[in-house]
């Protein structure tokens, strides 16, 4: 199995690497820190960099069998562009570089989050985000929209998923399936960012669970979408969240005991 990943250096990508390394694959990983270990290649790429993006695909000949996009930023302050840019635009534009380089049969894994989960709610500013010509046009939107740093990771996540259930019909054409993962709360380095920008609303959270998730339990899931025993799904956003959707559903819907 050949695989192009995102993010391959920290965190859920690392996991996934290590992972998917364990099962004999071949890994070109995207990073702007180089990864140290579980990774055959690095191609070193700056992912809110549009120029850069497609210079560091144009290094890969392909075919690849899997990619797998882990490559994100939190929720910190003054960061509102550079969220949407990696997190949204990077994505996106590395998936399109990619995709001629994509084998018959392979797969693509988008990492989103818990926190992109009202994108239906909120698909009139995904759809105004989506429809920007490029990263250029962000500070604009960001200042028109008023959006904060957590704002910014929100939409950032619903657009991943909303762009890649858009891809579905297209992609089945070209015998390439995709479907994102949205981990919530994570142990991961960049966790405290998450607790000091969303507070309660991660820490409420957080103790119904009992515990964060651990990178391995994503990387897990993340597998088996690149896999070929995953080869009938399609088009799926798949919570890892440790019952926080369901949580979140008794309440909406009084079935609390």
Known sequence: MKVAMTGAAHGIGAATAAKLKAQGA?????????????????????????????AAAGKVDGPFDVLVNCAGLPPRPDLEEKILAVNAFG???????????????????????????RWKENIAQVKAL????????????????????????????????????????PLIARDIRINTVSPAAVETRILDDFVNAFGERATAMMARTRRSGQPEEVAAVVAFLAGPQSS???GVDIPIDGGTTALLAADALGLGH
């Open 130 to 169: 989506l429809a920007l010509p490029g990263v250029e046009g962000l500070p604009t939107f960001i200042a028109e929209q008023e959006i904060d740093p957590v704002r910014a990771y929100d939409l950032s996540k619903e657009a991943v998923i909303a762009w890649s259930v858009g891809q579905v019909e």
């Open 232 to 234: 009938w799904v399609k």
């Open 26 to 54: 071949h890994i070109t990983g995207f990073d702007i820190a180089e990864p140290v270990s579980d990774v055959d290649r690095w191609i070193e790429v700056d992912m809110s960099d549009p120029d850069a993006i497609l």
């Open 91 to 117: 994505l996106i534009m590395m998936t399109k570089a990619l995709l001629p380089k994509l084998g018959p049969g392979a797969s693509v894994v988008n990492v989103a989050s818990k926190a992109g989960a």
